[in-house]
């Protein structure tokens, strides 16, 4: 079945990437009791590159982190490789896809949604057909909105020091990774606390205060 072919009607078969098995599971079992095709599942980079050569399915849902080995969009990238007009659906923990370092340009024709949109079944059954929509029309990508987040407005560089303030990078070592002095650093760091209304006092931890905004975002503030 070609993706250019299918409509809202039309039921396109699935491979669903996923280490977590029991999330795997789940989703296999529900869009399975909504009459998708489930050709295969996969718990990791291997498989699921196996089962594509094998199957090549209409829609790969695939989240980004895969554990140790090639990523999400490792094994995307092959997979375009081999069919460009297969349909990609990133499910992953991150609550805005800046913080999932999926390239721009590969993101422009896939379609994305965090985890906890699963449950959520309708909505996460749209996303599988704006994935099909994306690839399958090449202009769709210049009228694709951006998809809404508490942090929109933040730019491409405040996520990117947002990331080394969370890995415990001292000012200086963050000025040195970004290539800066350690006054445009701190300058830099104390906007970015501005934008998102953490202030420095005696009673705030500010770099503590930041790094859990990155983790929620991030998916990682378990």
């Not at 070609?2 to 977590?20: A, G, M, Y």
């Not at 996969?42 to 199957?55: D, G, M, P």
């Not at 991150?94 to 959520?120: H, Q």
């Not at 694709?144 to 415990?168: M, R, V």
């Amino acid at each position: 079945m070609s993706t250019q072919n299918l409509s809202i009607d039309s039921k396109p078969k699935l491979l669903l990437v996923e280490n977590d098995k029991t999330l795997l599971t789940m989703m296999s079992n529900a869009l399975s009791a909504k009459g998708f095709g489930i050709v295969g599942t996969a718990i990791n980079a291997n498989t699921a590159l196996e089962y594509f050569s094998r199957i090549m399915p209409d829609v790969v849902i695939i989240d980004v982190g895969l554990g140790s080995g090639p990523t999400g969009v490792d094994v995307v990238n092959t997979m375009r490789a081999k069919n460009p007009k297969v349909a990609v659906l990133f499910c992953t923990a991150f609550g805005d896809p800046r913080f999932a370092n999926i390239p721009a340009r590969l993101l422009s024709n896939c379609a994305y949604v965090p985890k906890d949109t699963v449950t959520k079944l309708d909505t996460f059954i749209q996303k599988i057909y704006e994935a099909i929509h994306l690839v399958s029309n090449p202009e769709a990508d210049k009228k694709k909105k951006s998809i809404p987040t508490a942090l929109e407005f933040l730019n491409g560089s405040d996520i990117q020091l947002l990331k080394l303030i969370s890995e415990g990078m001292s000012n200086k070592q963050i000025a040195e990774e970004k290539k800066i002095t350690v006054k445009s650093c701190e300058n830099a760091i104390s906007r970015l606390a501005k934008k998102l209304e953490v202030p420095r006092d005696e009673s705030t931890n500010q770099r503590v205060k930041l790094t859990k905004i990155y983790l929620e975002f991030s998916g990682k503030d378990t």
